[in-house]
């Protein structure tokens, strides 16, 4: 008894988005409610903490995890509003009229660059614009990205969700990062096979392995090497951007705009320069990662001809456009500073160990999975359960393991999300068939679980090599 009622305000949220769908900012602040009903009447908590665990969870919410969301965001908007972002459309598609070609340049490339940018949906609609409108079949086109749009999560925004992660487990981010990177190496190394497969079949397979194979260790070297030694701000754009140089030497360069290009990308490359500078200067030294992007980003807009007071009004729109989703997160971080107070994320851990035993490690990831089904959302599903799965370990290492599968999870459960499939769905002109495109996405979804949870299973096993990993 005492664990389903401890996973009543989760339950909540679930059912409230996905049998009811509800907006997700509702949803969130009926299960805080439950929530806190349930941390006052069944746990003794008093209001006095209630209200103070729900104070700091929003405070962390808005800052630095809404800054930085803001922040990438604002970027994004900057090459939209100057009309870049048509040029950066332009460019890439005119490197090959080769649809698999173009799936892997997109959709792999520049989309992992998207998600480590801006996330938020943005690594799904942007890439599935831009194929649809070089000719390529729509449904294929929201196959490709949902299926590239997963390991790339756990470092999306600017590395907010292992920020997330890092602060609700209380794990270091120096040691979890590498740790996330390793994990998820497997399963990343295959997914640019899979966007093959999703474009066009076995087939494509067949015929294009070998630029699969490129894309995959032109993005897994920096974005591991990165991770490991840098943190987890950019291994998704350098990985991206990687995978986008490589396309560019093997594409057909001779219709491109050099010089425009470099001006349809200046806000990025100033972002790239600042975090990477960033990256590397001591812990205590180290400014937020949204004064960067948000400095880098409006320098860019500069250059590119935007006036100060409408760069000023640009940022003052992407606050109000994005403020119900920035409500949601404070209050899903409000809930898990709740229930984590109350003793009730403990018993789930302990429920879920007690049925599971050793093959826990095994269906770690599973867990975050449904976090990432449910919500959309590496940052949320990191804050749902991320104390949970650290609960549920017996070591440092395991519990860095666990951490880590929950984001991996994440990421492998917005594959068959509704919230992406409905956005990519948006973006294509597919609206009314998301039943057919999450019928198509469900067997990819299967492989990369299965792969994942195996991983998983396997590295709780090498305890020894964890803490190697973690320490560097």
């Not at 907010?160 to 990062?177: D, K, M, Q, Y």
């Not at 409500?327 to 160990?353: E, F, Y």
């Not at 370990?393 to 860095?400: D, I, N």
Request: charged letters at 10%; hydrophobic letters at 60%; glycine letters at 10%.
């Amino acid at each position: 008894m005492a664990f389903l009622l401890s996973a009543l305000p989760i339950a909540v949220l679930v059912t409230a988005l996905a049998a009811f769908r509800a907006p997700a900012w509702k949803a969130a602040l009926a299960a805080f409610a439950v929530g806190a009903a349930e941390a006052f009447l069944w746990r003794g908590l008093s209001a006095g903490s209630i209200a103070e665990c729900a104070a700091a969870g929003a405070a962390t919410g808005l800052f630095p995890i809404g800054l930085v969301i803001v922040a990438a965001l604002f970027a994004y908007a900057v090459t939209e509003t100057s009309g870049a972002i048509e040029d950066i459309k332009s460019g890439l598609s005119a490197l090959s009229s080769d649809r698999r070609f173009l799936a892997l340049l997109v959709a792999w490339g520049f989309g992992s660059f998207m998600e480590g940018m801006a996330g938020f949906g943005t690594a799904v609609a942007i890439p599935c614009a831009i194929l649809v409108g070089v000719g390529f079949d729509p449904l294929r086109a929201v196959l490709c990205c949902l299926v590239a749009n997963t390991t790339p999560t756990a470092f999306a925004s600017v590395g907010v969700p292992t920020r997330v992660l890092a602060g609700e487990t209380g794990l270091g981010i120096g040691a979890l990062t590498p740790v996330i990177a390793w994990l998820q190496l497997a399963v990343s190394a295959i997914l640019p096979f899979l966007v093959l497969i999703a474009a066009d079949g076995l087939k494509g397979l067949r015929e294009c392995w070998k630029l699969a194979l490129g894309a995959s260790v032109a993005f897994a070297v920096p974005w591991l090497a990165l991770a490991q030694f840098a943190g987890c701000e950019l291994p998704d754009i350098v990985g991206g951007i990687a995978v986008m140089a490589l396309f560019a030497f093997l594409g057909d360069r001779k219709g491109i705009d050099v010089r425009r290009q470099l001006w349809a990308w200046l806000p990025f490359a100033f972002i790239v320069l600042a975090l990477g500078v960033v990256a590397f200067l001591p812990d205590e030294r180290k400014p937020s990662p949204g004064f960067v992007v948000l400095a880098a980003a409006a320098v860019g807009g500069l250059c590119q001809g935007m006036r100060p007071l409408r760069l000023v009004a640009l940022a003052a729109r992407t606050i109000w456009r994005y403020s119900l989703a920035l409500l949601m997160i404070c209050t899903v971080l409000a809930l898990a500073k709740v229930m984590g107070a109350a003793g009730m994320t403990q018993t789930l851990a302990d429920g879920l160990v007690a049925s599971t035993g050793r093959w826990y490690s095994a269906v770690s990831g599973l867990v975050g999975a449904l976090g990432g089904f449910v919500t959309g959302s590496g940052t949320s599903t990191s804050v749902l359960f991320g104390a949970l799965q650290t609960s549920a370990a017996s070591s440092w290492a395991h519990k860095l393991l666990f951490a880590a599968a929950n984001i991996m999870g994440a990421g492998i459960g917005k594959m068959v999300c509704p919230q992406s499939i409905v956005l990519g769905c948006a973006a294509a002109g597919l609206a009314g068939r998301e039943s057919e495109v999450m019928k198509r996405a469900a067997p990819f979804f299967l492989v990369v679980l299965v792969v994942a949870c195996a991983v998983t299973f396997a590295f709780a096993f090498f305890s020894s090599a964890i803490e190697v990993v973690a320490h560097g």
